[in-house]
């Protein structure tokens, strides 16, 4: 199961890579006018992903204020030359609304 004693994204991501279908995932935290922050991840996953199974994986693992609101599943994510996920281009994307994704939670 999925230790809450490293840092939130970390915790998070590590968390939805033991779903078995999610190949690859990144979190990100926003600024939010309601709560101050909010959680978002996008997932790179097979074709046996299930939505409602991963909430149901997350829910049972994780406090609910460190699951992401959104989770959005994308062909692949922005990698920088050495490989590393580029996660301030994931933040940005999320924060201008232009999020491309193949499945989205509504």
């Known amino acids: ?8 994204n970390a915790t998070v991501e590590n968390c939805i890579l033991e779903y078995a279908p999610v190949k690859h995932c990144a979190v990100v935290g926003l600024p939010d006018i309601r709560t101050g922050h909010r959680m978002v991840a996008e997932i790179v996953a097979n074709d046996s992903f299930d939505r409602d199974g991963l909430t149901r994986h997350l829910q049972e693992r994780l406090p609910s204020y460190i699951i992401p609101e959104d989770i959005s599943r994308v062909e692949s994510l922005p990698l920088a ?26």
């Open 1 to 8: 199961s999925c230790g809450v004693c490293v840092s939130g």
């Open 81 to 106: 030359e050495n490989g590393k996920i580029r996660y301030a281009e994931i933040k940005g994307r999320h924060e201008q609304g232009s999020i491309l994704c193949t499945d989205s939670q509504e």
